[in-house]
């Protein structure tokens, strides 16, 4: 009897344990926007023969990216185009961004959008969307999407370097430990 007894109790305590494991809330996933505002600072294009107007290459950006609560960060990414440089053309990108933080912590993401142009603008409106890939220090594991639009505010100078954008990212993310 008295093994039955302490079965029972057993039973109820992994049953109770059991009732508390699954109604625990999940983690829900962090919410991040930001800012970037960016130099273009390297353009390196290839024209390709189908078109007179298609191009692809390899560009940089570097700059800056702003958090509503106040941090900040430097910024710079890398990537490459395929574009037909002409307004309503199809343009393309795909890299990688890099924001760094003054704590020594890091955010790596991947990225992919395209360019357009909106009614009565000559400059690109830029849209896409991303995948954390790495992060150290505060954001170590980070894991999640993102995704972005903006606007160039300048245009490429004489060299096709020099167009100053403003995007605005939206993400959401767990850290991994």
């Known amino acids: 009897m008295r093994h039955a007894i302490n079965r029972a109790a ?23 926007t930001w800012k970037e505002v960016s130099h273009l600072t390297q353009v390196h294009k290839i024209k ?31 990537g490459r185009f395929d574009v037909y440089d002409r307004e309503g ?39 896409g969307q991303g995948t954390f890939i790495k992060g150290t220090g505060s954001y170590k594991g980070i894991k999640g999407s993102l995704t972005y639009e903006g606007g160039y505010v300048t245009g490429l100078d004489k060299n096709d370097t020099g167009g100053d954008a403003v995007l605005t990212y939206q993400a959401e993310y767990t850290l991994q430990k």
């Not at 107007?53 to 570097?62: I, N, P, R, S, T």
């Not at 509503?68 to 710079?76: E, H, I, L, N, S």
């Not at 961004?97 to 357009?116: A, Q, Y």
């Open 48 to 78: 390709v023969a189908d078109a007179e107007d298609h191009l692809v290459g390899v560009y940089e950006h570097q700059g800056v990216v702003l958090f509503p609560d106040g941090r900040q960060g430097a910024y710079v990414s890398q």
């Open 89 to 127: 053309g199809e343009r393309n990108h795909d890299g990688y961004g890099k924001m760094s933080f003054k704590d020594g912590s890091t955010i790596i993401f991947k990225c992919r959008g395209k360019e357009t142009f909106k009614e009565g603008s000559k400059l690109p409106w830029v849209s």
């Open 10 to 32: 057993a039973l109820l305590m992994l049953a109770a344990l059991a009732l508390l494991l699954g109604s625990a809330p999940a983690l829900a996933d962090e919410k991040m």
